[in-house]
């Protein structure tokens, strides 16, 4: 068959340039120290511990913030978030329905233990990412029938059906490729010593809230790494987080907090880079996930909010995001109740429904459920702004007739138990990837393993084959506005925001790549001082 490249819609590139808020840091804002010279290491304070350092399983945002500088993939993004070959040579060449992708391997590349990236490794990683039973990249591979190495130097997926997400999909976490040799080594073990293709090699993490990096030796681009290592530490407490970027202690803060933004805009040696966020922060009410994320069957658990749609609804009515942006995040946020943000050519026109404590009061009453309703809402503890606004929707729920008790849990705890569906409703955000389909279908597919509400709807599953086996634009908004529709019928999740991220960094430090994806990349990062 005729072969086609592929191309991002226009579109979403067209409005790339409207997520994309940042280029790389050094080039203006604040005085340096001099300039930019090799050697040196950088210490970046994360908001969260991250899970696993597998990406079969991994799960959280800072996850993919180490793997950025360690885990390579087929393909990224560049400032303007579009799509970009990394590992792979050139963009896919896709059959004219849509079933085959071929993709051409950079040439020469080796893994960061010495051994060649060909295409024998990218066919074993996706098969592995494919049909390990713990795979988080499952679902999101679940169209790909088959994975051919045509030669060394070429891969070719064959699909069950035209899947317009793919590429999108191969610039995360399920296009990075593992060292073959030390998979075979460690199996499910693998994220205890990874080994990737990336500018900096996993040296060591002595423990949780530590991670260790050392500059590859066998990167294929190594002679623009000036850095000789970077080390990932985790602050939760934001307010220590800033107080650290400030004296020093930190060279880059992860995600500085709407509150502490004034302080930093004017603390010496100190820069701030903000970009609107691809993702969204909301609820997820655990209605069926029953046997764990992903799992079969699924059904209805024990709390008032998974046994009543009626509730659920009323609960949401209680919700006023604009009030909620004010109080918690200063007013930065962009309030919304769907997960495709307003920048993106997909975003749909949907209303989001007003505050309506009557309706809210008439719904609890037709549900027959006595008052005051418990509900337990989980949010990561040590933070302060999910601390707020817990209390927040506490203080909006009571009207209502809900009781909220507000639970504060450790980050990866509370993933922990939400996947394993310990939990009635669950704080968390979404970092967002460039494709709509990425914020939805891994929510809302029943096989998904981050489908902690565990969603299983008809309506919604067979509009998300919809979407993903059309690539006409005008076609996939509108399914993705009756998509928008169903999950305000269904209230599984609760949208509130789209937030923006705010990268700080001490102004001695340059060369940081900052985007819309919120990923901090190091690899043309330099030392100053």
């Not at 020469?108 to 066919?123: C, E, M, Q, Y």
């Not at 220590?240 to 500085?256: C, K, P, T, W, Y």
């Not at 933004?261 to 029953?290: F, R």
């Not at 969603?455 to 006409?472: F, G, H, W």
């Amino acid at each position: 068959m005729r072969q086609r490249r592929f191309l991002l819609p226009a579109a979403l590139v067209a409005a790339a340039g409207l997520v994309a808020c940042s280029t790389p840091s050094g080039t203006g804002g604040g005085p340096s120290s001099g300039p930019a010279k090799s050697g040196g290491t950088v210490t970046i304070g994360l908001a969260e511990a991250p899970d696993a350092l597998d990406p079969t399983v991994a799960s959280t945002y800072v996850g993919r913030i180490v793997f950025a500088n360690m885990c390579e993939k087929l393909y990224d993004v560049d400032a303007d978030l579009r799509i970009q070959p990394q590992l792979a040579a050139a963009e896919p060449e896709i059959d004219e329905d849509g079933k085959s992708y071929t993709i051409k391997l950079r040439p020469g590349v080796k893994f960061n233990d010495g051994t060649p990236l060909d295409a024998a490794a990218v066919k074993t990683t996706i098969d592995h990412y494919r049909t390990d039973p713990k795979s988080s990249r499952a679902a999101e591979l679940s169209s790909v029938e088959s994975v051919t190495a045509v030669d060394d130097e070429t891969v070719r997926l064959d699909l069950k059906v035209p899947f317009s997400p793919l590429t999108s999909i191969l610039a995360d976490r399920s296009g990075m490729i593992l060292s073959s040799k030390q998979l075979k080594k460690l199996g499910g073990d693998f994220g205890t010593d990874p080994v990737c293709v990336g500018p900096f090699a996993f040296e060591e993490r002595p423990s949780t809230d530590r991670i260790v990096l050392k500059k590859s030796t066998e990167y294929y681009d190594k002679a623009k790494v000036r850095l000789d290592g970077v080390t990932f530490t985790v602050v939760t407490q934001p307010n220590v987080r800033a107080a650290n970027l400030r004296s020093g202690d930190i060279d880059i803060a992860d995600r500085v907090e709407p509150t502490d933004t004034k302080q930093l805009e004017s603390a010496e040696g100190v820069k701030l880079l903000p970009v609107t966020s691809l993702g969204y922060d909301g609820m997820t009410i655990n209605v069926s996930n029953s046997n764990g994320a992903g799992k079969s069957p699924h059904r209805t658990v024990d709390n008032p909010l998974a046994r009543s749609a009626e509730l659920r609804e009323a609960f949401a009515l209680t919700i006023d995001r604009d009030a909620v942006n004010k109080v918690v995040n200063e007013g930065q946020y962009v309030p919304a109740c769907t997960p495709i943000p307003p920048t993106s050519p997909y975003a749909t026109d949907t209303p989001c429904p007003k505050v309506d404590v009557a309706r809210a009061k008439q719904l609890v009453r037709q549900s027959g459920v006595k008052t005051p309703i418990p509900v337990e809402v989980v949010v990561q503890a040590a933070n302060s702004q999910a601390t707020k606004l817990g209390t927040v929707i506490q203080s909006m729920a009571k009207k209502a007739g809900f009781e909220v008790k507000v639970q504060p849990t450790e980050f990866t705890t509370g993933l922990s138990n939400a996947q394993a569906g310990k939990f009635e409703v669950f704080n968390v955000g979404w970092s967002g990837r460039l494709d709509p389909d990425q914020n939805i279908a891994p929510f809302w597919d029943p096989t998904s393993t981050n489908s902690y509400s565990g969603a299983d709807y008809d309506d919604v599953t067979k509009l998300i084959a919809e979407e993903r086996a059309t690539t006409d634009e005008a076609e996939r908004k509108r399914i993705f506005t009756e998509l928008t529709e169903a999950f305000l019928e269904h209230n599984n999740l609760i949208y509130l925001n789209h937030p923006k991220l705010i990268l700080g960094h001490r102004t001695d430090v340059t060369g940081i790549a900052y985007f819309g994806d919120g990923l901090i990349r190091l690899k043309t990062a330099a030392k100053t001082g």
